[in-house]
């Protein structure tokens, strides 16, 4: 099934308006009346424009050629369920079945022809090809005007060439009838011309092993169709379905649950569209709107089962962190619009666990429980611990947001990067050895603590003064004896880096009690940095 | 699903309840989580029979041994999830045994949220360590412990010093280190190497009677290690600096 100079269709030309699609200052497409003027493909803008001045000029799109041609495919979908478009303006069906439905190959490419040319507004000329095989049918349909075989009626644009029909039919054409097979390179067909092989049924008649020796796979893809067979076994797509189902609330939605609720019947809806093509959802984006344009969006994965509960429940986890979130993210209105689309279908059926399975290496739950918690405290208090080295404690471990981490993704056994057991730890000379501190606090967040010497004075630690003695530490005004010490040890990292740098001596402390410190002196102060408790 | 549905057929178990736990969907899920967790390694002879899913385990007096507990009942398969576990030194953690590639931190913004923060991630986590931040309210800690139980997840309370607000009515296991002494730091020299500790267990049912384990906890590079030789010393607990002048390394 071709359309007639598509992308001129798909622009909003009518036939009687003089217009033309333009490819890089070439015209692309022309609507009948612009070809009655005289303009044809191939043209230079201003060339056209001589022959036709009145000629509306749109630049080529292709998304809006594919985009128009949907609403064909949706069309031609409820006669053929089976399609496979070629490109935005023809389409390919086995005939087979709905052939013998519809009472034969004329009965079924004329209905289809009407079906296509109601659903364009008889914007278009329409031509259905049917053969064999796809180039021969796709020939048929292009050329059913230009050509008088006698297996088509004029008028009609609708050729039908007989099973096993296909090469006689071929054998009289040109050889530049190739090219309209984008697999096949123009200098090919020029090299069969110069050759001497001018009709596709002189290339037909080659030997095809020679023909593959001598012009390799292009040559031989080439024999293929002139010789009326199929290049490839068809290629045929799930057919499409509208995935989209939204939900427009009269007066905004407030609460979460309430929003949650209208999602379950929205899915259900959903569902019950995808399970009639024997699909299910493994990936749903959940749209929110407010009145005031403001907007919530999340993709959730939906594992087994029946997806109207489960989506209500991420539909109420997502607006409760959105509606009842702090005060600066949160929308200025109710919800006013809820939107589901499928993003990702697979069909139904085909993820069935298995009944002695081994707990995957990140269950859904936990994923599903992540997400909840991102949308209530926000993405930044979800992390997970990953591995940088350092010399300092809090450094070695940096938390990122579990939101930039693929939990899925991870091997079940525990040999990986992200905790550095993997590979070997790089050696960070000046590290304290382990134990590591049990308590931890970044830099931004420690406590003063005073650390005083024996003579009550607050200890120092340079290069000049003796060997520092602490003798007393206190921490929250708690004042204690040491009863043992190790260090200062100084550390200067980054000394080139203004922002980054680090000069600081540590010192582990044993305090009278039990109690084990790591003190660090930065700035000319005391910090507790760690406890080992 | 099909699994739990036969089963709720078969055995009569309460379906509904099964349904409700989180997120099982096949047999296999619903076998490891009605197992008791194993608790392997050095802390074995304190909880022999290990820890029951959906039991509250507080840990008391060490952040070292909440670490150690947790990495044992964790092993390589379980997820666990740290509430309010900020300052929690995770390179400590990690030379406890506690791996990371299955371990998320959960920091909730303050303190009226944590409950719910600890409610989230009970539906979903097999082990949930938690270290209330400010004062724990009863109430909250009596409908967590309730969740854990429905959720068959075991929730781990960390205790820290000056944080004992609640004191955890009713849960099924307490671990207290109740004794420690610090080995390899010296008077100027040396560096903290191994802590020798008085760990007591008590609880319900055959922990009524409490038990009581010495142990390196963190033992020389990090990791509990079991005191392989008794030690005559029945009080290790030591502040004053001269028994460990003798064992100081330098």
Not at chain 1, 22 to 27: K, L
Not at chain 2, 21 to 31: I, K, N, P, V
Not at chain 2, 138 to 146: F, Q
Not at chain 2, 191 to 208: F, T
Request: aromatic share 4%; with cysteine.
């Amino acid at each position: 099934m071709t359309v007639m100079e598509w992308p001129a269709v798909a622009a909003g030309f009518t036939p009687a308006e003089p217009g033309a699609v333009m490819a890089g200052n070439r015209v692309a497409a022309v609507t009948e009346a612009a070809r009655s003027a005289g303009v044809r493909v191939g043209l230079r803008r201003r060339e056209a424009q001589a022959r036709c001045p009145e000629l509306q000029v749109v630049p080529a799109d292709e998304a809006r050629d594919a985009r128009e041609f949907e609403p064909v495919l949706a069309a031609i979908t409820e006669l053929c369920p089976r399609l496979e478009v070629l490109s935005p303006g023809c389409c390919t069906f086995p005939t087979r079945g709905p052939s013998r439905y519809f009472g034969g190959d004329r009965r079924l490419a004329l209905r289809v022809k009407e079906t296509v040319e109601a659903t364009l507004g008889g914007r278009a000329t329409v031509r259905v090809g049917v053969a064999d095989d796809r180039f021969t049918a796709r020939v048929a349909a292009d050329s059913a005007e230009k050509l008088s075989p006698n297996y088509f009626q004029a008028g009609e644009g609708v050729v039908v060439i007989p099973a096993g029909g296909s090469a006689d039919w071929l054998a009289n054409l040109p050889v530049s009838t190739l090219a309209i097979e984008a697999s096949v390179p123009e200098d090919l067909v020029d090299l069969f011309r110069r050759l001497g092989l001018v009709t596709l049924g002189l290339v037909a008649a080659q030997p095809a092993g020679q023909v593959l020796a001598r012009f390799g796979f292009e040559g031989a893809l080439a024999h293929r169709l002139a010789s009326g067979l199929d290049d490839r076994p068809a290629h045929l797509s799930v057919p499409t379905v509208d995935t989209v189902v939204e939900l427009a609330f009269e007066t905004p939605v407030e609460r979460a649950e309430a929003a949650g609720f209208a999602a379950g019947a929205l899915a259900a809806q959903l569902e019950e569209r995808l399970s009639a093509r024997g699909l299910s959802c493994t990936l749903l984006l959940v749209v929110a709107e407010t009145e005031h344009e403001e907007r919530s969006e999340r993709r959730w994965r939906l594992g087994v089962g029946p997806m109207k509960a489960s989506v209500a429940e991420r539909v109420r986890w997502q607006l409760d962190g959105w509606l009842n979130g702090p005060a600066a993210a949160r929308p200025s209105a109710g919800v006013t619009l809820l939107r589901l689309v499928a993003e990702e279908v697979s069909p139904a059926g085909g993820s069935q666990l298995q009944l002695w399975n081994q707990p995957s290496a990140a269950p859904q739950r936990v994923v599903r429980a992540i997400a909840r918690l991102e949308g209530l405290f926000g993405p930044d208090a979800v992390t997970v611990p990953e591995w940088r080295g350092g010399r300092q404690p809090g450094l070695q471990a940096v938390r990122v947001p579990a939101a930039t981490v693929d939990l899925a993704d991870q091997p079940a056994t525990p040999a990986r990067t992200r905790s550095g057991e993997g590979g070997q730890t790089p050696p960070w000379p000046g590290m304290l050895p382990p134990p590591s501190p049990t308590v931890v606090f970044p830099a931004g967040d420690r406590a003063l603590v005073e650390v005083l010497d024996e003579r009550g004075e607050r200890l120092r630690v340079d290069g000049r003064s003796g060997p520092a003695t602490p003798a007393t530490v206190a921490i929250d005004g708690r004042r204690r004896k040491v009863a043992g010490w190790a260090g200062p040890w100084p550390l200067v990292e980054r000394w080139w880096d203004p922002d980054r740098r680090c000069r600081q001596a540590r010192l582990q402390v044993l305090l009278e009690g039990g109690d084990a410190h790591l003190l660090v002196l930065e700035t000319g102060r005391w910090w507790l940095a760690g406890v080992y408790d | 699903m099909e699994a739990m549905q036969a089963i709720r057929a078969t055995d009569g178990l309460d379906g509904h309840k099964l349904m409700s736990m989180a997120g099982l969907t096949s047999a296999a899920e619903l076998e490891a989580a009605n197992a008791d967790l194993d608790v392997a390694g050095p802390l074995h002879p304190l909880l022999p029979e290990g820890v029951a899913p959906g039991s509250t385990v507080v840990v008391g007096g060490s952040v070292a041994l909440a670490l150690a507990l947790v990495a044992s009942l964790a092993g390589v398969e379980r997820w666990v999830a740290g509430v309010g576990c900020g300052p929690v030194g995770l390179v400590a953690g990690r030379e406890l045994g506690l791996g990371w590639d299955r371990l998320v931190l959960v920091e909730p913004p303050d303190r009226e949220s944590w409950p719910t923060a600890v409610a989230a991630t009970l539906d979903a986590f097999d082990i949930v360590m938690m270290r209330p931040l400010g004062r724990a309210r009863e109430r909250d800690i009596r409908r967590l412990m309730t969740r854990a139980r429905e959720r068959a997840t075991v929730l781990v309370g960390v205790e820290t010093a000056g944080h004992c607000g609640a004191g955890w009515p009713g849960a099924d296991v307490r671990l207290r280190v109740t004794g420690r002494h610090w080995e390899g730091l010296g008077e100027g020299h040396g560096y903290l190497r191994r802590r020798r500790v008085v760990v007591e267990a008590s609880g319900r049912g055959r922990l009524a009677q409490g038990r009581r384990l010495e142990l390196w906890l963190p033992g020389t590079g990090g990791a509990v290690e079991s005191i392989t030789s008794p030690v005559a010393t029945t009080s290790p607990v030591s502040s004053d600096g001269t028994g460990m002048e003798e064992r100081a390394v330098s």
